[in-house]
């Protein structure tokens, strides 16, 4: 079975320029999530989906943070525009279906470097 | 508000020796713990899972964690460490109205020296 599949894995770009991710969960999980892992420290939380729907995005920082999971499957994370401070791995991870309990499958992670 | 402590970022064992990887939580209600590990380039695996069956937990390539609830701990060990246990160790806390939302700890590095 395949597992998460993420790209790009690595990205540089200079500040002030989009950037998108991409993620494809592993076949009948529900349940999406999206985290940031800044050099050093755990992952935390960006947004998380149940299909379609983004059920918890209160972490995202919307000011120029995007996210979407059309016909509830694969997912887009953008940012536009980038900031030095955005420097991290972003993580995309799935499950079924998605409770406390539930174990939760990563990807390898994109790693962005903003210059 | 749930939260993880991971106590030492980095830690050094020899090969065969006993792996001890500390963890404590705060949550005001009853928490599931994990412990994940990740290897270098690659995302996280999850070795062990405690959902409040049995308080001694047995995971995968030897480890096992035990939940005590008075000391509210949730310590990673491993008998006797290998060198493909080298890497990245984290413990995260969920609860049951966070609808699967992990809070992992900083992490704590492993070194196993031959």
């Known amino acids: 079975e395949a597992g998460v599949v993420q790209s790009p894995r690595y990205k540089i770009i200079e500040k002030k320029q989009p950037v998108a991710f991409w993620c494809n969960p592993i076949s009948g999980h529900n349940t999406l999530y999206w985290y940031r892992q800044n050099l050093g420290q755990g992952p935390e939380l960006l947004i998380r989906y149940e299909n379609e729907e983004a059920v918890d995005d209160s972490q995202l920082p919307k000011d120029r943070f995007s996210a979407e999971r059309l016909k509830g499957v694969d997912s887009t994370l953008k940012i536009q525009p980038a900031e030095l401070g955005d420097s991290a791995v972003y993580l995309c991870a799935s499950s079924a279906p998605g409770t406390s309990t539930d174990t939760q499958y990563f990807g390898p992670g994109t790693r962005l470097t903003v210059l | 508000a749930q939260s993880v402590t991971q106590l030492g970022s980095h830690v050094s064992v020899s090969e065969g020796a006993l792996v001890l990887l500390r963890c404590n939580y705060s949550?005001?209600?009853?928490?599931?713990l994990f412990w994940y590990v990740q290897y270098p380039n690659q995302g996280l695996q999850l070795l062990l899972k405690y959902t409040s069956a049995a308080t001694l937990v047995k995971g995968i390539n030897g480890f096992e964690a035990e939940f005590k609830k008075s000391e509210t701990s949730f310590h990673l060990t491993k008998p006797s460490a290998h060198m493909s246990d080298a890497a990245e160790y984290f413990c995260?806390?969920?609860?049951?109205?966070?609808?699967?939302?992990?809070?992992f700890g900083q992490g704590t590095e492993l070194s196993v020296k031959p």
């Open positions: 995260a806390v969920s609860t049951y109205n966070q609808g699967g939302k992990l809070i």
């Open positions: 949550s005001s209600v009853p928490p599931y």
